[in-house]
DNA sequence: TTGTAAGCGTTATCAT
DNA sequence: ATGATAACGCTTACAA
C-alpha cells in the first residue's frame, strides 16, 4: 500500500523535467539517452501512471459500464460473459451494475453517467424508458448502446432480438408435433420482455387459427419459483398439452410443478422454455428453448459501443439478432 | 452527450466563486442566501460532479474491484451477486475482472492496482500465488481481499473455506450409504481448490480406512464436458459405487456420462458435486452437493473490504466460512 | 530535444 | 461567510 510513484519523483530521480518524463512514457520522440535514464528511473520506482489524472485530462476513463436487471439471470451472464472479453481486448474495464430492474435505478445509472466514470453505457433495461425518459436516453453524457428495443427514432445504438418471431417458433413447432392446447406462463406484463411475449403469444396463436383461452395464461414472475407457482395455478383450471414460458427460470419451475402433480414431460405437457441458458442443458429433461441469442447480443452491443468511442458522430445503429429454436428433450421425447 | 457544467459554469451563473460552490455541494456552513443561488444554478445546469476530478483530488475512486476466473462459473456469479448490492450501500462501484485463470492475469490486476483506478481489490485466485509473488500481495497499492487461502503471515484480510472438511463431509455421508468404492473427478492438480481437494480426498479415504485407489481418481478440468470425459475414463477402468465430482459442472458432467453408460444414479453410482450452485437444484436427480458457503464468502468478503477500506490500518482478519452438505436426489433416491 | 507552464475539475487552505 | 489560490498527476502548447 506504498504511495506510488508519480512523474515527479521519476523526473528527479532522472534528472529531467517532467515534460520529458511524460513524453518518454507516451513514446513522443526523445533522445536516446533520456529515454534510458527515464526508462530506468521509472522501472527502479516501479511507476505505475495514475487513472484519474489521465482521465482528468484526456477525458477518457478507459471504462464501460453495463447494467442489467439482475446478475444472477444466466441470460445477462452470457451476456457479461462475452461483453467482458471484448472490452478487455480493446483496454477497457467493465463496470457492472445490477438495477433489480428498478425504473429508477435504470435512471439513475444513465444520469450518473455524468460523473463520467465511464466512457459508454451498456443497458438492458427491463422495465425500459418510459416516454418521459427517452430525452434523457438521447441526451445521455456519453454513448449508450441499449440492448432491447427502444421507440423508433430515439438515437442511439440498439440491439434487438425478436421475440415475436422466437414466440412463433416455438408454437409452431409445439403445433407441429400435434399440441393444440398451448399454455403460457409469462413474466410481469410491465417489463418490456414481458410485454413483447404477451402480444406475441397471441398472435402466435392467432397465426396458427388457435384461440385465445385466458385460462392457458398465467403471469408470475421471471424466476424459478415464480414459475412453479405459476404452472400450479395454471394446471388447477385447466390442462394445456404443451407449456411455454417466459424464461427458462420459469420452464425449470413449471418442470417442478409438473413432476408434482405427475404429469409427464414431454409425453403429457410439452415444455418449451426461453432464453437457451445452460439451465436447459442442466435440467432433465433437457429443456427445448427458444434461443433469444443473449451471449451475441452482448458481444454485439460491446462492438457497437467501441466503434461509437472511436466514431462518436456516425448515425445510430440498430443491430437484430435472430431468435433460433433449440429442439431438446423437453418436446421431443429423446434425449 | 452534452458537454457537461463545471463548478466554474455554475459559480459564475450564481454569481459567487467557485469555492462558495463547492462549499455549499458539500454541504459546508453558508450563508443561506448563497446555498439558494448555487443550488438553483445547479440543478438549471444539471450539474453532475465529475469523477476523475474528485478523485484526483481525494484520492478516492469509489470503485472495488473484483478478480475471478470465470464469471461464467456459478460459483462466482453467486460471489458477485453478494458482493454488488454490498458495495452500491457502501456508495461503491463493482468493477469486474475476468483472468480465465490464467495467472499473469492475476498479477497484472494486481499490478495495475497502481493505477488506482480502484479503492481495493477482491480476488480469487485460481492458481494462486507463487511464493516470489506474495511480495506484489503484500505490498500492493490498494487493500486486497483474498477469498482462498494464502499462505500462512500473508498481511491481507482473507476469507477461506474448509474444502477438506467439505470433502470429508461429502465421503462420511457416501460411507453412510454403505459406499465403498468411491472415486474422484478432479479439476487441474495446479489450481489452488484443485490441489486441496486431491489432499483432502486422501486423508477422507485415510480417515474411513479406505485404501486409495488411483484408478478410483481422474484429473480434468473444472467443467461440464471435461468432467464427462474424465468419467467416462474412469468408468472404463473401474466401477464405483460413488463418485465425488469437484465442482458441481464436472458432476454435470457425470451425470451426463453416467446416462450414456446406462448407469442409474443413485441406485448404481451416488454422486456428489461441490459449490452446491444452482446447477445443483436444475440437474434431474437434483445433486447432493458440499456448499462452500460461494455467496457468503462474497459477501463476507466485500464486508472486510471495506471495513478495510475505513480503517487501514487493522490487523489482517481471517474469516472462514464453514462447509456444509446438502443433501439431495443424487445420494438418496428420493426427490 | 528539452523545459516551463497552463489546464483538466475538484477540494481545501488561507486570507480577507 | 467568502474569494483567491494552490494542489492532486498528468498531457501538451509554447519557448528556448
Redesign the interface.
Known sequence: ??Q?PTITTIAARAGVSIASVSRVLNGLPTREDTIRKVMAAADEL?Y??????R??KSNR?Y?VAFAMAD??NPTY??M??EI??VL?AAGY??????TDGDVDDELDVL??L????ADGLIISPLRGFAQQHLDLLA?????VVVIGSVPQDTPVDNVRTDSRTGVRLALEHLYGLGRRSIGFLNGPLDTIPGAARAAAYTDALAALGLPYDPDLVEVGDFYRAAGARAAHRLLERSRPDALLCANDLIA?GALDAL?EERLRVPEDVALVGMDDT??AT????TLTSVSLGSAERGRRAAELLLDRLED?AAAPRIVTVEPTLVVRASTEGA?
Chains 1, 2 share one sequence.
Do not use: C, D, F
Request: aromatic letters at 4%.
Open positions: 500500500m506504498a506510488g516501479g505505475v501512471p495514475n487513472a484519474a489524472a482521465s482528468l476513463t471504462q446478475i444472477g451472464v452470457a457479461v460473459r467482458q472479453p478487455k474495464r467493465l463496470v457492472l451494475h445490477s444520469r450518473r455524468g460523473e463520467r466514470y441526451g445521455a453524457p456519453a454513448p425449470l413432476r445452460e439451465l442442466a435440467a432433465w429433461p462518436g434425449s
